[in-house]
């Protein structure tokens, strides 16, 4: 029994210990990152008794400039929609990463732990419903601030999340379909068989469209530029324009988080997950018939660095597409998630129903 | 602007292109940061110039803080003529003129004092000087205040001050108004 708790503690406080670094550490990866593609330094002055480690201790100074700043809420806003909307937008974000598998199966005391947060049949759907609740938050903050801008700014998050969770939703019908399964771990598993042999079946390369349409929504889904424009801090600057100190933290660390998230579904459904090509739970099978055995606890290492590896890369290229691209008209975003996203995501869900009926029957 | 064409219009290969640019610059300064973390000099992975520690280098023709220029025994070369001030288009030069000592020199500045919140920069007093006794070229140009009288600069401020060195950085210490000092 205590041995359960034990486990169960430990599966929740990996994943939670996880996103909530990365997502420090994401302040710091977001403003080196683009200062180096720019050909810029980035931040690099907050020291430690004269040590200043290549900035990195700016997130640890922000934090503890917003949490010192004061907290102030306008006249005329709704107290509890106000201080609750933060909340609810981090909270939603923090636990959708709860069904994404970092690893295979772990043997602790007799037991074989998967290792997810949370083992879910319905894994995928618990992302997205999660991701999309987290919406709410950013609709509260609009529209408890009573400022015309944020009420925009709140009403645009809402209209370009359900222009992106519909897209969404479509696009990974196809990984759905060919794992036959919405459970997130027999996703990842599906993906560690090897095409004629030799080629791994990841997402990737079964469902490619899939995964253009499926990255192109989920930075839609995170609110982050090129689809900033319920922020669209140089015309409205959106739904968190009455926030101050720490409350506004908490939105900022609401996109981070989601881009983790995004980063470690897209990783989970189109990049294989933990898995390494040509590694099984006994160790290394090449097709050409070499072989190196392993014993299972290096496995299980080499998969959960594998995974964060991936998510790493993953946050890399989102980073890149964030710190490249101009922002999306309005419309235009409109325009992508309806007229574009939508009709493809539908068309590869038929295409891959063809594929799969005719892979079937020979 | 003429309308776009299929392959613009389509995006993808736009996009590609733009994160390929950006990528190979990532790429590309941060092969140059480890090159120079590992002890190779010359290339640099990026243009900043860390201000503080680094200045670019000015142009001679700067117009920078004032200063006095000393005679070989300290005193100021200025002969209090009144030139400057009376040329200032700020009206921000005060002189009061006492007589010298030596009888070759006609007088010397009591007083000379510069309200830096008002000038203008223009550099006519150094113009106007008949001695060559007042010029802009100390390098300094990071000089502020709390304060309106923190701004003004005393005779005995200005005499203090050297000229910047061939490269245009000043080589007197950047003075501290009276208004901060601890
Ligand atoms: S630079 Fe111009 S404004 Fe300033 S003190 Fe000289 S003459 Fe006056
Ligand atoms: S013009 Fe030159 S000599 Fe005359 S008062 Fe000004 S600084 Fe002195």
New binding site residues.
């Given amino acids: 029994m205590l041995i359960d708790l034990g486990i169960a503690f430990g599966r929740v406080a990996f994943v939670m210990l996880f996103v909530l670094n990365v997502a420090a550490l994401l302040g710091w990866v977001e403003r080196k990152q683009s200062a180096i593609m720019q050909d810029r330094i980035g931040a690099n002055r907050a020291s430690i008794f004269g040590f200043r480690v290549l900035g990195l201790f700016h997130p640890l100074a922000d934090t503890l400039k917003m949490l010192t700043k004061e907290d102030f809420r306008p006249a005329r806003a709704d107290r509890l929609l106000f201080d609750l909307a933060p909340a609810v937008s981090v909270f939603f974000a923090l636990v959708a990463f709860a069904s994404i598998p970092f690893g295979d199966t772990l043997r602790v005391a007799g037991r074989v732990v998967p290792l997810q947060a949370v083992t879910l049949n319905v894994g995928v759907l618990y992302v997205l419903a999660m991701l999309s609740l987290g919406v709410y938050g950013v609709m509260m903050a609009g529209w408890s601030s009573a400022n015309n801008y944020a009420l925009l700014g709140g009403q645009r998050a809402a209209a370009l999340m359900i222009s992106a969770e519909i897209a969404i939703g479509a696009s990974i019908m196809g990984v759905v379909m060919i794992h036959g399964s919405l459970n997130l771990m027999d996703i990842v598993r599906g993906q560690g068989y090897l095409l004629w042999g030799w080629v791994p079946a990841w997402g990737i390369i079964t469902q490619p469209l899939a995964f253009i349409l499926f990255v192109t929504a989920g930075i839609a889904a995170t609110k982050r530029i090129p689809f900033d424009m319920p922020e669209g801090e140089s015309e409205i600057i959106g739904y968190f324009v009455e926030y101050s100190g720490m409350k506004f933290g908490m939105f900022l660390m609401t996109d981070m988080v989601e881009t983790i998230v995004l980063a470690g579904l897209s990783t989970s459904l189109f990049l294989g997950g933990w898995q390494i090509p040509y590694l099984f739970a006994e160790g290394f099978h090449f097709p050409w018939g070499a072989g190196i055995a392993l014993p299972p606890l290096l496995v299980t290492l080499l998969q959960v660095s594998a995974f964060v590896g991936k998510v790493a890369a993953v946050i890399f290229v989102l980073m890149l597409i964030r710190w490249t691209l101009p922002r999306f008209r309005y419309d235009q975003a409109m325009r992508l998630g309806w007229l574009g996203l939508f009709p493809l995501a539908i068309a590869n869900i038929v295409l891959t129903g063809l594929v799969l009926a005719a892979w079937g029957n020979r | 602007m003429s309308p776009m064409n299929l392959r613009q219009r389509f995006y993808l290969v736009e996009v590609l292109t733009g994160l390929w640019l950006t990528a190979a610059h990532f790429f590309r300064n941060m092969g140059r940061h480890t090159a120079r973390a590992f002890g190779r000099k010359g290339t640099s992975g990026a243009v900043t110039i860390q201000y503080p520690e680094e200045r670019r280098p000015y142009s001679p023709r700067l ?1 920078s803080l ?1 200063r006095l220029v000393r005679r070989e025994d300290g005193s100021p070369r200025c002969v209090a003529c009144m030139m ?1 001030e009376t ?4 009206h ?2 005060y002189i009061v003129a006492d007589e010298h000592p030596n009888p070759e020199i006609e007088k010397v500045p009591r007083r000379f004092d ?1 309200d830096l919140g ?9 113009e106007a000087c008949p001695e060559d006794a007042i010029r ?1 070229d100390t390098g300094i140009l990071e000089f502020s205040s709390y304060s309106r009288g923190g701004m003004i600069y005393s005779k005995d401020m200005l005499l203090s001050f050297e000229p910047a060195d061939a490269s245009g950085r000043p080589r007197s210490p950047i003075p501290l108004p009276a208004d901060r000092r601890a």
């Fill in positions: 117009r004032h400057c040329v200032c288009p700020a921000c030069i510069i008002k000038c203008v920069f223009c550099g006519y007093c150094v802009m």
